[in-house]
Structures are given as C-alpha cells and as structure tokens.
C-alpha cells in the first residue's frame, strides 16, 4: 500500500471499527442463537473473511463495536492473533445505532486527530480495493470517503449521489425514489477528529445524520467507487449466495481454511460424509458431522454441522441449522430451517418458507388416493 500523507504518529498502526451490534432480524431464525457476523460462511465465522480482508488491506487493530449477544464474539474471535490483527471489543449496554456505536468504539481508538479510520459494516462481503480508498482520502484530505457501488435495486440501501469530481452530494437513506444507483457500500474512512465530533451516549445514524450534516456544512466527503464483488449478506437468500460465491471462488478469501478442492461445487467439512450416490453442488457447503444420504442432491445450500439429510431428498438454495434432520424424499427450495428442527417424509417447502428451531414437521396427513 502506498504512503498515508496524514498516518498517525505510529507509522504501522491502522486502525478499523466493525460494527456487529444489530440484531440480523431478517436472518432469524438463524440469528436468534447467534448473531448475524458469527454466522458459519464457507467453513468459518463470516467475520472471518471481513478480518482477513482487512489485514490484507493494512489495517492492524480492529475495534468490535458490540450490542446483540456480545460475549459471544470474544469467545469467537479471542484477541486477534489467528488473523494478524489486535481486536478490541467496545460494548453498548443499549444499541446506539451506527452513529452512535461508531461514537462510543471511539474510547477504544489509539489514531490521532488526524488519522485515518475505517469503519466497516459487519455484514458486507466486498473485493474492493481498501487501500485505494485509503488513499484517495488521504490525498484529497476529506473528512469521509465512502465506498459506494452500484447495484439495480437501490431502495434497500443508501442513496449516494456524486458530482462529477467524486464529491458525494447527497444520502439518501432507503429513499422510495433513489436518483441513482449508486449506493453506500458500507465501509467508510473517517479523519479520526470527525469520530469525535458524533454527539457521545446517544443513539446516532451516520447514514440519516452524521451523513448528510456534513454534506450540509461543506465538508469533505469522497464517494471511492469501483465494480468488484460485492454483497450485504442480510437476508437468507444474500446469505445463501455469499457463502455459495466464496466456495465457487467467486470472491476470493484469505480466510478460506485450505480444503482441498476450493474453489470448487462443494466445501465438505471434515468429519461430514457425503454418500458416493449423492450431488452436492453450487458452492454447497456441508458442515462438520453432517450426513447426506444416497440419492440425495444438494444444490447452492449451507448446511450447518450435524445436519442429515436423508435419501433422495432435493435440497436447493437453502440454509438448515445446526442438527436439522431432513427425512427421506423431501424438497426444499429456498427456506430457512431452524437448529434442530426435523422436517418429516412427504414434505414440500418453497421459497421465503422459515422454520423455527425445534420444530417438527410431521408427515403429511393428507392422503390423496385415486378410489372413488
Ligand atoms: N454496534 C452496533 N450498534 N452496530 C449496529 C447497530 C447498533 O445499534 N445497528 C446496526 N449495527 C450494525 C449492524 O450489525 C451491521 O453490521 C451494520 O451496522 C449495518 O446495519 P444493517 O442493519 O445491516 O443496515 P442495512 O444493511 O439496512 O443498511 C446499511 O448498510 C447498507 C449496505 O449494506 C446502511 O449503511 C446503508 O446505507 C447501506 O447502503
Ligand atoms: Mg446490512
């Protein structure tokens, strides 16, 4: 990476917040157990490759700012070391929102006034080039340099409009009307003092205040856009695809545990068996202990650890938690199946279907008969 015009008195210290405190309502029932970033993508926590990523990029402290199920990240993560990196964990007794969490992390930064910050959104998986957005802010001196990209559904996100020299103008926080297609991505750099400058102890939005309080007073704030992968895996079904694409090799990881045959149709963890009569495909990953029986195919889905998955089954663009039991001959196309849950012969679920943990689906009672 090259030089940073304004790095902090210690040339090697870069700095990141993550934020990981929202509750992933959209992924529930898979968050409610655990939260969203901790969730097994492509064989390891997705944080994993977020952390990697970073390191790659030159950031060498990360601060984890936590609200939802806290504990569970430092028994997940420990300090760090695994990934080249120092995390620190801020926690908020009460979510302050992505203002506010960024503004209580800051007691946990070393960067001077002057320095560079990133702040990431825990749940975005990104090919983009940090150090070039590192750079471009540190030239142009801006407050904040957003990354933005462009996708064909803007409404979900951050409308960020720029003039023509990259200046962002506008944001639009999921306007029903987008100018543009341009959007937040969702990993920002921040001047450290502009950190400081977010009213303390209150919930905040950098998305509906600090944002466009700085557009409002002129002050520097840089769109850095480019095309690369990206993808904010908040629904099942982005979820689904983001570990899918990480095991086709479509976006690739440092995080990525060497299993042989990666890229490749399958990750099968060790201790999984996957029966010689049966297809697993489209970047499926097969969670350690799991059982896929003979005649069974499995296309584009997360199974979680100890999953079975019985004869002749049709699993496609699924997730299915932890010890789910699917029985013989069942199709599932595009559900969410909770942690323990046993879906019984004869049953048929389709898209945007959510079974929640410990449910069992009985066998169909209906009986179709062709006796008059
Ligand atoms: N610590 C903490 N406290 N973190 C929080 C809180 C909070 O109160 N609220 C949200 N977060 C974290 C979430 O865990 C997530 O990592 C990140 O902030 C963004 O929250 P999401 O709930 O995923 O927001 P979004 O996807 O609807 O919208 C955001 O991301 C889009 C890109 O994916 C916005 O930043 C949009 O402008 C952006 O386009
Ligand atoms: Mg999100």
Known sequence: MSMRPNASADPELLEAILLVGGQGTR?????IGMPKPLLPTAGVPFLAHQLARAATSGVTRVVLATAYRAEMFAECLGDGSAFGLEISYVHEEV??????????????????PDSPVVVLNGDILSGHDLAAQLDLHCKDDAAVT???????????????????AGRVTAFLEKTPNPVTNRINAGCYVFRREVIDEIPAGRVASVERETFPALIDAGAVVLGYQDNSYWLDVGTPEA?????????????????????????GEAMVLDGATVDARATVVGGTVVGTGAVIADGARVAGS?????????VNARISDSVIGRDAVIEAGVVLDGVVIGEGSRIAAGNELRAGMRVWPGVELGPTSIRFSTDT
Do not use: M, Q, W, Y
């Open 95 to 112: 979510p302050l929102g992505t203002g506010g969490a960024i503004r209580n992390a800051a007691a946990g930064l070393r960067s001077k």
């Open 239 to 263: 979820f689904v695809r983001g570990s899918c694409d990480l095991v086709l090799g479509r976006l690739r990881s440092a995080a990525l545990p060497a299993v042989p045959g990666v890229p």
């Open 302 to 310: 997360v199974l979680f650890d100890g999953v079975r998955i019985g």
């Open 27 to 31: 992924l529930r029932p898979l968050t």
């Open 146 to 164: 957003l990354h933005l990209v462009e996708v064909p559904d803007p409404a979900p996100f951050g409308c960020v409009p720029t003039d023509s």
